[in-house]
């Protein structure tokens, strides 16, 4: 018996290792291993013998069918590597593949993308408003009433309204995001945590830098002890998580009439590296996020009281994001609908 | 704002190398734009924002170089008394509401030349134009203290008056640089007893400027009212470096010590002799003013304890005079050129600047997490969908500007006149809001045929309708154009997309076919509105369908939509039908049967077949293709 069971091994080894293709070692399989194939014979010789001696020889058959069963399975995966590789050799593998036509997203969406994912992480809201906007919503509730000199850094868009009852200079295209501030705050209450996306206009040159038409976004947030540590925690982390977590930052003071103290934070610029170029107008660092803790006389434009809450808020040049994320050397390059632009991303 | 370094070294001392002054300088909010090597000089070129028209004045800028160095300033020395030599005649009607302050001297005897070179060099390093010592020495002291002076030819104030009042709108004035403008209602100027001969706060007329056979001059420092200087210099386009500081807020309590030292610089560089008394028409006292800081609300605000003593010594240096009140409480006073600090967030912001936000620890804030739907919410995830069955077709995405011409409206069959336009476009390109994307489309698409064979974009933007603004609504509409698309295979793509939005509708009306391709066109917002995204799962079927093609001869102009609801009509048990294929008047329909409680057998199928066939016999005079 213990011989027989050698011998089954021995010579089905042998044939396995000399098989030619998948056919031959599934015959083999059969002939082994099959429910009359000469292993399994074997096995049931077993209750014939001495109870003493079944354990053993037990043992023996199990290794012999494993041994049978290994061989063919690295047998089979020799022959099928084999196989493909003779198919491949007769074909050009070096022409280029057949691609599916899938479409690319701009890349000023997959910024957006992000910068909502990681305020959502923060527990910020996504919002969204109206671009035509009236005077109050864009400057006045913004602590910049008519005739503010700071209106002069905002050269404003206005829309014609002829054939309304709408006086001239009442209705604009909103010049910044900050006009969803105080209509998202006289609607709701604190806590809030709000970012609103969208499009901006201004009167300005089209050159690589500057557009009548960019992208901001704007976000705020609203609760009982909201401090200055906690914006620029805020702006260091989220612009990490954007930018990449080895950028450069650099906050400064600046004055914006909706905020108090207001923050404007830099980047060192990563189309040149902080060397100068004319992108960052030679001064290596690129102005990306203004901010500050929300003015007194915004919160109690909304119907907030600054003696209960305070709160922070901060506008990122989207356009100018995605052209330093890039290192696009060019604003005109978003609104170009050149495919070869476009099949980058 | 250009600022030499040598000139502001006049009033400070520096210590910091010019870089790292510009940059504490920028941290502190005067924003350092460049600095440029000039000979032996250098040159700082400041951003100034709008608060602050302290600023627009060398001795402002060395006032923060003094708080950064931890040092004082060198005011210059000023004669403490202005005692007339001779009295000659002038009255100033004046009018407080309209020009708070009007402080001024004459002086007689003077000699009009060319300025002296420590001058000429000075105001050419600041990028001015010498034009001689009298406006040399004006335009110095304007921009060494930041508050504006005219000199006035004496001898052509007729009358030997001068009245302000406001102008009613029409009169004509020319500017000492000669150029002629109608001035707006309400503009304040002063008039002598024959003309107009100022145009407060802006620019002085040509016909009273001072020139070489000036002789006598009287030289004004007024303090003006804001709105009413931003009103008539926006109305006439006029801007000046005075009328720049006065919109912004002039420093009421600087006028005496401006005129002084204009005094000075005359009596020194062109001779005369002081002819008149001081004038000093004034509405109040232009005193500082005060304001208290709690440490609390400091600490609170900024999220970081500063010491009382910190506090003291940040805003010392800042030259607010804190003096210590109670416990939690300090007083500052600020002084007069400070306008831009009214409430006690502005001195939090003081501190805050002087101390230095770089220095600040970085936290997340604590909080709860608003559950609250906030308003005018936007869901990404909504747009995403759609976005992505669009690249999976193939379609790539664009941004286009929202100005369009008037031609794009034009060539696209839109009526300009009920389309809403900007009255002050940047150009006549970008003159109208998109009632419509397809315009911008179209170019894409017109764009890229050089290049590309196979184009396919679409965009997910704003578009803007009404004839007009009272009528306005501004709704994302999404837009797609394929030039290698089929009619079947872009509704085949609108189908998918809304069959994830769950909305079932007939989208055939929303494809366009032009000589350029097949565009469609949505109203994005509207489809999101309607969106029904509750999904739930049906059990696949336990029993086998059995499915057969069947192929009609159709004679009649019958549509497929019509075949295909006839059929499904006749029985439940159809679960799906589809068009495989048409040949002439054949089409072939692949039907599924399908019975989701039992085994179906042939003779149900049969009947149902015979039902269908019946049916379309009678309504349509249609038949099995023999």
Redesign the interface.
Known sequence: MEEELIQIKNSAVSLILDAKDKKELDDLKIRFLGRSGRLSLAIKELSKLPKEKRPEIGRLANEVKNTIEETISEKESRVTKQMSQELKEKIDTTIPGIRP??????P??YV??DV?DVFKG??Y????????ETDYYNFTALNMPP????R??QAT??????????K?GE?L?RTQTSN?QV??ME???P????I??G?T?R????NASHS??FWQVEGF?V????????L???L??VLRKIMGENIKL??????F?FV?????TYIECTVCKGKGCTFC???GWSEIMPAG?I??NVLKAAGYDPRKV?GFAFAIGLSRLVTLRYEMEDLRL??N????I??QF | MLAPLSWLKEYVDVKLSPKNLGERL????L?T??IIKDGDDIIFEFEI????PDLLSILGIAREIAAVENTKIKFPKLSSDLKPQKKLPLKIEANVSINPRFTGIIIDGITVRESPAWLKEKLIKIGQRPINNIVDITNYVMFELGNPIHAFDYKKIKGSLMKVHQAKGGEKFTSVDEITYRLPKGAVIISDSEKIIDLCGIKGELNSGTFENTKTIFIRVPVEV??LI??TATSLSLRSEASSIF??GVNKGGTVDALKRCVELVLKEAGGQIASDLFDIKKEVFSPWKLNLKLERLN?????SITEGEVLNLLQRLNLTPLKKAKDAVEVTIPTYRN?LK?E??I??EV??LYG??K???????????I?????????EME?KV?NV??????????????ISETDLLENGINPNKS???????SRE?EY?RPSLVP?LK??LL??KP??E?????ELG?V?VG????E?E?FYSLCAVSNNKNFYEVKGIIERMFEDYGINEEWAKYIQIFDEGVFFELNFSDILSKMNLSKKYKPIPKYPPIIEDLTIEVFEKITVGDIIGEIKKQSPLISQISLLDVFGSSKTFHIVYQDRQKNLTNQEVSKIREKILHALKKKFKAGLKE
């Not at chain 1, 009167?203 to 089209?206: L, N």
């Not at chain 2, 920028?26 to 909010?29: A, D, L, Y």
């Not at chain 2, 924002?49 to 602050?52: I, Y």
């Open positions: 036509l899938i479409g690319h997203l701009h000023m969406t957006i993308y909502v923060l527990g809201q996504v919002a969204d408003g109206p671009e035509i005739n503010a000199p700071s002069d850094t868009l206005y829309l014609d309204t002829r054939n309304s009852k709408v001239p209705i295209l969803m209509r998202i609607k709701t209450k806590p809030v945590r709000v609103v996306p499009k206009y009167v300005d040159d089209v009548f038409e947030m609760d009982t002890s909201v401090s200055l540590k906690d620029f925690g805020t260091d982390y650099k906050f400064a003071t600046t004055n009439p108090e103290p207001g923050v404007d107008k030679m001064t803790m003015h007194p305070s978003l609104t609908p050149d495919i070869r476009l099949e | 920028t941290e502190i909010g924003s734009e460049k924002t709008p608060n602050r804001p709105v931003r009103k919109e912004k609170k605000i900024l999220g970081i831009d409430i967030e502005d939090i912001e805050a600047r936000y770089n600040f620890p970085k936290t997340i804030p604590h909080g709860q997490i608003p609250v739907q906030v308003p005018y919410l936007k869901d990404y995403k976005k669009l690249i999976a077709s193939g379609f790539s995405e664009i941004y286009t500007y929202s100005l809403l336009r900007v009255d002050n476009p940047v970008f809001l911008s170019k894409a764009q890229n290049c590309f196979k184009i396919n974009l679409f704003k803007y004839s007009n603004i009272n306005s501004e």
